[in-house]
């Protein structure tokens, strides 16, 4: 039984790049179980908890990671650094052409 397609989120401080994700894909699963699936990327804006603003805010650097909207440093990454399968379709059997 095949993979139709899967689903990887992400994140902008993962350090992958999509473009280059995509690109490799059926390079590096040809000939495996992965062959011909589809792959869908979720990208997860990477974010840090501001102490100041008291919220999240967006960041896109890892090296600098200070809320854009009032400057605090904050080493509190909440999210973006993902880089994880989260789903998988599987073929059902039936045969798509
Ligand atoms: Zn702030």
């Known amino acids: 039984?095949?993979?139709?397609?899967?689903?990887?989120?992400?994140?902008?401080?993962?350090?992958?790049?999509?473009?280059?994700?995509?690109?490799?894909?059926?390079?590096?699963?040809?000939?495996?179980?992965?062959?011909?699936?589809?792959?869908?990327?979720?990208?997860?804006?990477?974010?840090?908890?501001?102490p100041g603003c008291v919220s999240e805010q967006p960041v896109d650097e890892f090296y600098a990671l200070i809320c854009p909207t009032c400057g605090t440093p904050s080493g509190n990454l909440v999210r973006g650094r993902e880089f994880q399968v989260r789903w998988a379709d599987l073929a059902t059997g039936d045969e798509h052409g």
């Open 1 to 50: 039984m095949g993979i139709e397609a899967v689903g990887l989120r992400v994140g902008t401080l993962s350090g992958a790049l999509p473009e280059a994700l995509l690109g490799a894909w059926p390079i590096a699963t040809a000939g495996s179980r992965l062959d011909g699936a589809r792959l869908e990327l979720e990208i997860v804006q990477a974010a840090i908890w501001c």
